[in-house]
Antibody
Framework: QMQLHESGAGLVGPSQTLSLTCTVSGDSISSSAYYWGWIRQLPGRGLEWIGY???????FYNPSLRSRVSISGDTSKNQFSLRLSSVTAADTAVYYCAVKRGVMAAFDYWGPGTLVTVSS | IVLTQSPATLSLSPGERATLSCRASQSISNFLAWYQQKPGQAPRLLIYEISNRAAGVPDRFGGSGSGTDFTLTIDSLEPEDFAVYYC???????????FGQGTKLEIK
């Protein structure tokens, strides 16, 4: 059973870059079976898909965030990361790392989430 | 594609049947999933590809629908089923995902 856990700064200043890492246990992100990425939950409930990546380096981003987002993986550490640049208060959210399997269009595994607040 | 869930809140008693709706702004493929979220927890995948239960999901949870209208049905509600439910779709020709705004299932 795959387990995920997010880590990173909980407070980021406006216009700075948000950086989070997801540590995976129970299976390898280098497996051909998985795509790994990020989803956030904005205040008041709304869930927003940010993007995901594959072991080949291919990345897929939400068009609304594409200019500011980067997702990358470190297979040696079994981790993957999110960078979101030029953040504003609107980026305040709970950020989840999540994994989907192969051709499935749904996310099987989720981390517990981490709150990131954008504020000076 | 916008997903609209209804009702926003559904008040039922344990043992009753819950019917939750998810309507898409245009016809979508079979890439429709449902999640359950309890307070302070991450969403949990229940149903994928309209009607397939994820591993470990009880068979009282069922999904159906096609085109623009989809339904999550929960037969004989258990106390642990009271939570917020989200639908999610992936666009047919591109890996873009969107979620509905959620339905809160509360104890009556």
């Amino acid at each position: 059973q795959m387990q995920l856990h997010e880590s990173g700064a909980g407070l980021v200043g406006p216009s700075q870059t948000l950086s989070l890492t997801c540590t995976v246990s129970g299976d390898s992100i280098s497996s051909s079976a998985y795509y790994w990425g990020w989803i956030r939950q904005l205040p008041g409930r709304g869930l927003e898909w940010i993007g995901y990546a594959y072991r080949t380096g291919d990345t897929f981003y939400n068009p609304s965030l594409r200019s500011r987002v980067s997702i990358s993986g470190d297979t040696s550490k079994n981790q993957f990361s999110l960078r979101l640049s030029s953040v504003t208060a609107a980026d305040t959210a709970v950020y989840y790392c999540a994994v989907k399997r192969g051709v499935m269009a749904a996310f099987d595994y989720w981390g517990p989430g981490t709150l990131v607040t954008v504020s000076s | 594609i916008v997903l609209t869930q209804s009702p926003a809140t559904l008040s039922l008693s344990p043992g009753e049947r819950a019917t939750l709706s998810c309507r898409a702004s245009q016809s979508i493929s079979n890439f429709l999933a449902w999640y359950q979220q309890k307070p302070g927890q991450a969403p949990r995948l229940l149903i994928y590809e309209i009607s397939n239960r994820a591993a470990g999901v009880p068979d009282r949870f069922g999904g159906s629908g096609s085109g623009t209208d989809f339904t999550l049905t929960i037969d004989s509600l258990e106390p642990e089923d009271f939570a917020v439910y989200y639908c999610q779709q992936r666009e047919r020709w591109s890996p873009k995902y969107t979620f509905g705004q959620g339905t809160k299932l509360e104890i009556k």
